[in-house]
Nanobody, 123 residues
Framework: QVQLRESGGGLVQAGGSLRLSCAAS????????MGWFRQAPGKEREFVAA???????YYTDSVKGRFTISRDNAKNTMYLQMNNLKPEDTAVYYC?????????????????WGQGTQVTASS
């Protein structure tokens, strides 16, 4: 069982930056692929980025070049550095974990979820 807790959300002006953190419980964090999803009001939850146990990273096109995902296995923590935030990035951001193989980017591929943290980029 893995428990996830996000932090670091907030309100920033467009063009600003935020860093989200996802703290995980358990002793096998390094084996998990970790991901970030987001859900804007009235929209479905969508994939943002993920980092595999190997360190391989991948992103949805709309955040490439602006967001950076990373992890610190010694601290059981994953991060999402978000730069040049846009109003369309406004959403609740969720972290997720999976032990599965491949390059997971769908909700059903993840087994554990955090409660979410609100990110608002004002224009």
């Amino acid at each position: 069982q893995v428990q996830l807790r996000e932090s670091g959300g907030g309100l920033v002006q467009a063009g600003g930056s935020l860093r989200l953190s996802c703290a995980a419980s358990g002793h096998t964090f390094s084996r998990y692929t970790m991901g970030w999803f987001r859900q804007a009001p009235g929209k479905e939850r969508e994939f943002v980025a993920a980092i595999m146990w190997s360190g391989y990273t991948y992103y949805t096109d709309s955040v490439k070049g602006r967001f950076t995902i990373s992890r610190d296995n010694a601290k059981n923590t994953m991060y999402l550095q978000m730069n040049n935030l846009k109003p369309e990035d406004t959403a609740v951001y969720y972290c997720a974990a999976t032990i599965g193989r491949g390059v997971p980017s769908r909700e059903y591929e993840y087994d554990y979820w955090g409660q979410g943290t609100q990110v608002t980029a004002s224009s």
